[in-house]
Structures are given as C-alpha cells and as structure tokens.
C-alpha cells in the first residue's frame, strides 16, 4: 500500500489516539486512522503520528481485515446517513441560536416598551396633576371675583334701599304736613280742641 494512495484516498481523515497501537519506525505509538476508499471503506489502519505535520517515517498496517463488499456498502451507508445526521444538527442549532437570538431580541424590545410605558405614565401624571394645579386656581379665582361681585352689588342695593327709605320717609312727612295744615286751616281741629280732648 503506498502513501500516496492513502493521502489522495482519505475522507475526512477520521483518527483516533491509541495507547495500545504499534509502535512506528520513529518508535512512538502509531496512530489509527479510518480510509475511505473503496476497496477499504470503513478499514482502520496505523500510520505514523507524524503524518500531517511532515517528517514522518512512512509507517503502515492495516489495524481491520479486509472487509467484504455488504460490509463496505453498510459502512458507507452509515456514514452517509451520518453526514445526514451532522447537517440536520448543524441546521437545528442554527435554528436554535436564530430563535434564541429573536427570543432575546423580543425581550429586550419588551423591555424598552416597558419603560417607555412606566415613563409615559409618570409624565401623564404629573401633566394630570400640573392641569388640577392650574383649575383649582382658576376656580379658585373664579370664586373670589363672583364672591367680590356679590358684595358690590349687596353694597349697591343696600345704598338704593336706604334712598328708597329716606324718600318714602319724606313723602310720608309732606303728606302728613299738608294735612295737618289743611285740618287746621278748615278749624275742624285746633290745638287747644285737641288739648281738652287728652
Ligand atoms: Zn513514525
């Protein structure tokens, strides 16, 4: 088996570590690794731990027998149903982080609205309470203009009763003074009459 068919032929490169895996020509611990080829998919083998970083001692053996061909087709069957498998939870978390991230988004409009709302109602408030302030003076003012007016126009009618009294008061006296002189005039009745009359 030549390095350059494993190389051009390996999947993912799928390796585990080993502690029980032979040792190499650089004498460290070989490492087993899957091939995904076809007259081997599915087989592991050893190869050198150094195989990537370069520098390697060309180390091989199969660590699997040869595997029939219903062996290799269940293989490949399973790592495509497992690729499957990898891309619907690549698609899941990337729909989970999508949601997690509205979810977020959400929570921190409601928030925003919420303060906005708390703060809306704290200037509604004090707006309601300024505009009672400000009424309450008016009818405040109010009151005390229609309270001024009263008491002029008491003032004003108590002066025209008084008038009106002092001219009946007059009337009554010149009323009185012209009968009297007529019934003295007419000696109907004198004063000294009205003496012995007492
Ligand atoms: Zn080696």
């Known amino acids: 088996m030549s390095e350059s068919h494993i190389t051009g032929s390996l999947g993912s490169g799928e390796s585990e570590a080993s502690t029980e895996g032979p040792k190499c020509y650089c004498d460290l611990r070989a490492k087993s690794t899957i091939a995904f080829y ?4 599915g087989r592991r ?8 970083d370069g520098g390697h001692c060309n180390y091989f053996a199969w660590r699997d027998p040869k595997m029939c061909s219903f062996g290799r087709r ?3 069957q399973l790592r495509v149903m497992h690729a499957q498998s990898l891309g619907e939870q690549s698609a ?3 729909n989970e982080r999508e949601l997690r991230h509205q979810t977020e988004v959400i929570v ?4 925003q609205h919420r303060a906005k709302i708390i703060n809306m109602s704290k ?3 004090i707006e309601i309470e300024n505009l009672n302030v400000q009424n309450r003076a008016k009818i405040d ?5 229609h309270r001024h007016e009263i008491e002029v126009e008491r003032k004003v009618s108590d002066i025209k009763i008084s008038g009106y009294r002092a001219a009946l ?5 010149l009323i009185f003074g012209i009968l009297a002189s007529h019934i003295f005039s007419t000696g109907l009745c004198t004063p000294s009459k009205l003496m012995l009359a007492a």
């Open 74 to 76: 269940v293989i490949r």
């Open 92 to 94: 899941w978390e990337s």
């Open 123 to 125: 200037q509604h408030r």
């Open 169 to 173: 008061a007059f009337c009554l006296f």
């Open 38 to 41: 076809d007259e081997n998919f």
């Open 141 to 145: 003012a109010m009151i005390s203009q």
């Open 45 to 52: 083998f050893w190869g050198c731990v150094k195989f990537k």
């Open 108 to 111: 921190a409009m409601t928030e």
